[in-house]
């Protein structure tokens, strides 16, 4: 397994092969399978292209070539930074054969991100698209590259514009001839790609998962989403492709272990997503909780009440809390089923299923795939609660990571000795064994489905000359269920606060972590020990109930 990761115990890794969990599938051989099999189906649709297994099949293999005539080779980082268009299956399907590791970035990320994620991953290569949305990717790379020196290659979905040290995906492609590119064939125990934990501390922390354990994930998935190859599933990937959910919840890997079709939408609205659904027939699609409520309210509300939504079956909610009255209104506007999806990238995944009651799909957050999915709710000692009791969820199973890439001192917090993960989310279970989402013992702000990390905020507040100190705390909010908010003790005279604003925007960070409230403060309160007591800011915001800054800035 790649330095600086944690492999399972070999009994573990017996049991999970023995159970046939793990089949040995890499998944660069898996795409090969089903181009073979599917040659001629369509297997993505987006940004004006529709694409064939065998075309996506092709197009991979000549850029798995062109790759690494680069010299990009087996266990090479890769950061992919491209939003939702085919080019992104074709790259990361190319470092798959070639056995190169693709870090999965979003494309909100902004240069304080793609920065670490470059040089903490060592990466050798970062693709991006040239623009998109009216940003420029190709300058974020050219920042990148001044402030951390690499990374060596920098390759453009599109055009390069010119730029030096950039190449274009089309050469890249075009250099690879037709040679098979893979120096090595990764082993399926291997690490196949970093996934980006949300973060409840620092800096976001690198998920390595394993070909055979997220096959495994993806293979089960489709499986209790019933996507098979006898019927024609078209997916619409509305949420960026590269997070956990899209990819493999079940996602685009399971809509293509079925043969199915993928069809991306360039943003989640519901003008671009419900006119999809209409003109490509999408019968899935997967949405957190504050898109539903806009595509409920546009078709209620008579924005959209003119779509024909007859071919979608299942619209599946995740990535936050989504409310029982929300809900409920699925089946009736949008004419679907509703699957709720409570999932962490770091491994375990959880579905109500197509048969359970429909109190059960209104009210939980659905239950584990697997059954060697362990689930332990404790209280703050670590000690199992009663059935039916809320406490902290721990998990530990065939596809849940045993630790983070290069962090054994997180590591030894996030997971317990034997081996569980310790999610952070407090929850109840069902006699059924589904569980409720409660609420958090983690410190992770969720912002409709987006997640982060309150000291992350907090440090680069700290860096402004007129920051005495800084406390980010989740604030409630109807529409995204939590909204960033940050206490400030100012140095002297407050700054004002769209000049902190524009401070945390000029230092590179996402747009979703800027907070969206700014409260200036004296001081903070405490806790018994003397730390600043979060959950006391929590309170004091939450009775606040006030207009966000970015509202009104
Ligand atoms: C998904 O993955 P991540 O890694 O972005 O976030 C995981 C965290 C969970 O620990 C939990 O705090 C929250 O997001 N979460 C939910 C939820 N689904 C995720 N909280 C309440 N209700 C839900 N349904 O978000 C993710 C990964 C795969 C599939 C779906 C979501």
Same mark, same amino acid.
């Given at each position: ?52 297994? %065998?075309?996506?099949?092709? /197009? ?24 939702? *268009? ?23 990320? /902004? ?28 300058? !974020?790379? $050219? ?62 922390? !690198? ?19 019933? !996507? ?49 659904? $209409? ?27 003119? =779509? ?6 299942? !619209? ?12 409920? =209104? ?15 990238? $770091? ?48 998990? *530990? ?42 609420? /958090? ?5 969720? =912002? ?14 700290? %860096? ?13 909010? *109807? ?31 996402? %747009? ?22 979060? =959950? ?13 800054? *970015?509202?009104?800035?």
């Amino acid at each position: 397994m790649l330095a600086g990761c944690t492999p399972w115990p070999t009994e573990f890794a017996d049991l999970y092969r023995e159970r046939g969990y793990w089949q040995g599938e890499t998944l660069g051989a898996f795409l090969r399978e089903r181009a073979h099999r599917f040659a001629e189906r369509t297997a993505v649709v987006g940004a004006g292209q529709r694409w064939t297994y %065998a075309e996506l099949d092709a /197009r991979a293999d000549r850029t798995a070539a062109g790759l690494a005539r680069m010299g990009i080779t087996a266990g090479d980082r890769v950061v992919v930074q491209l939003p939702n *268009r085919p080019e992104v299956f074709e790259v990361v399907f190319a470092l798959f054969l070639l056995g190169a590791l693709p870090v999965y970035a979003l494309p909100a990320h /902004r240069r304080a991100e793609i920065s670490y994620l470059c040089s903490f991953t060592e990466a050798t290569a970062l693709v991006v698209a040239d623009t998109d949305g009216g940003f420029d990717y190709r300058e !974020l790379a $050219e920042q990148v590259r001044a402030e951390t020196g690499g990374p060596e290659h920098v390759v453009v979905a599109g055009d390069t514009g010119g730029r030096p040290g950039m190449t274009s995906l089309e050469q890249v492609r075009e250099g690879g001839g037709a040679g098979p590119g893979a120096t090595a064939v990764p082993e399926p125990g291997d690490v196949a790609f970093l996934q980006l934990s949300g973060g409840t501390t620092g800096l976001p922390k !690198l998920i390595p998962r394993t070909h055979d354990d997220y096959l495994y994930s993806v293979r089960a998935s489709a499986e209790i989403c019933e !996507l098979d190859t006898g019927t024609a599933t078209v997916y619409l990937a509305a949420l960026p492709v590269v997070h956990n959910f899209p990819m493999s919840s079940p996602g685009f890997l399971g809509v293509f272990s079925a043969g199915g079709t993928v069809v991306l939408a360039p943003d989640p609205g519901p003008a671009t997503c419900l006119g999809l659904v $209409e003109t490509e027939g999408v019968t899935h699609t997967a949405v957190v909780p504050p898109v539903a409520m806009l595509w409920l309210d546009a078709v209620e509300g008579g924005a959209q009440a003119h =779509r024909d939504l007859s071919s979608l079956r299942v !619209l599946q909610v995740g990535g936050a809390k989504f409310s029982a009255e929300a809900a409920r =209104r699925v089946g009736p506007v949008l004419g679907c089923m509703l699957q709720q999806v409570f999932g962490m990238a $770091e491994g375990l995944v959880n579905y109500t299923r197509y048969d359970d009651p429909e109190e059960t799909v209104a009210t939980t957050q659905g239950r584990p795939i697997s059954p060697d999915d362990e689930i332990r709710v404790v209280d703050s000692d670590g000690t199992e609660v009663p059935p039916g009791a809320l406490g902290e969820l721990h998990t *530990r199973g065939p596809y849940t990571i045993r630790g983070y890439y290069r962090a054994p001192e997180h590591n030894a917090v996030a997971f317990t000795s034997d081996g569980f993960y310790r999610t952070g989310d407090l929850v109840r279970r069902t006699p059924s064994g589904h569980f409720v989402v409660e609420g /958090r013992a983690k410190d992770q702000i969720n =912002r409709g489905g987006e997640k982060v990390a309150p000291d992350e905020v907090e440090d680069h507040l700290l %860096a402004h000359p007129g920051v005495h100190d800084a406390a980010v705390v989740a604030m409630p909010d *109807r529409f995204l269920g939590e909204r960033v908010c940050a206490y400030v003790i100012p140095r002297g005279e407050s700054p004002a606060r769209a000049e902190l604003l524009r401070f945390l925007r000029g230092r590179g960070l996402a %747009a979703y972590k800027i907070p969206d409230r700014i409260e200036f403060v004296a001081e903070f309160p405490a806790t018994g020990v003397g730390k600043v007591s979060r =959950r006391e800011l929590r309170e004091a915001v939450r009775a606040a109930h006030v207009p966000t800054d *970015r509202e009104t800035a």
